[in-house]
Nanobody, 124 residues
């Protein structure tokens, strides 16, 4: 059983930056594809970015491409999401998730383990 704990969320002005972290425990972190999802109020959960076990392959939703970077440190069992040039529409609860296998799936149902989420609020 893998436990995931997100941190790093907060209130930031538009144009600012945040780095989210997701600490994993209880499993072999390097075996998992890791992913960030987000859910804004009144909206469905949305895929944000995914990364393979090695950190070489990544995948992003178009709305964050060029502004965000997903990365991982397998020695620290930690996943990151660096978000720059934040926009109002980035406001959401951000969740990290883990799955077995190699596919950088966009679908939330493909992920086996989830964190509790961290709130990101972007103000004007």
């Amino acid at each position: 059983q893998v436990q995931l704990v997100e941190s790093g969320g907060g209130l930031v002005q538009a144009g600012g930056s945040l780095r989210l972290s997701c600490a994993a425990s209880g499993g072999t972190f390097s075996r998992y594809v890791m992913c960030w999802f987000r859910q804004a109020p009144g909206k469905e959960r949305e895929f944000v970015a995914a990364i393979d076990w090695s950190g070489v392959r990544t995948r992003y939703v178009d709305s964050v491409k060029g502004r965000s970077t997903i990365s991982r440190d397998n020695a620290k069992n930690t996943l990151y999401l660096q978000m720059n040039s934040l926009k109002l529409e980035d406001t959401a609860v951000y969740y990290c998730a883990a799955r077995f296998g190699t596919d950088l799936s966009l679908g939330g149902s493909a992920y086996n383990y989830w964190g509790q989420g961290t709130q990101v609020t972007v103000s004007s």
